[in-house]
């Protein structure tokens, strides 16, 4: 089992920044790739970033200029730095971590709003 806390969101202005943690505990020896998504009202939800246990990291186009992915590995933490904020980020914020085993965990989300 692996659990995902994160935490950062909140409440910012358009063209505003937040950093998003996602913090891993458990079988955290079994993950290969940690990424961030979110979930926007009334909509599915969408890939933001991720990055593997090398470092390579992926991302949506909309977010590649504006956001970056990174990871501490000996904070078990993955971070999303979030810049140029626009309102259409506005949404819960998910981390998810995937296993050697292809099983997914996923944290409990955490609320951006982009707002002025």
Known sequence: QVQLVESGGG???PGGSLRLSCAA????FSI??????????????ELVATITNSGVTNYADPMKCRFTI???NDKNTVYLQMNSLKPEDTGVYYCKALTLRGIAFWGQGTQVTVSS
């Open 11 to 13: 409440l910012v202005q």
């Open 25 to 28: 505990s458990g079988s955290i």
């Open 32 to 45: 290969i790739v940690m990424g961030w998504y979110r979930q926007a009202p009334g909509k599915q939800r």
């Open 70 to 72: 990174s990871r501490d």
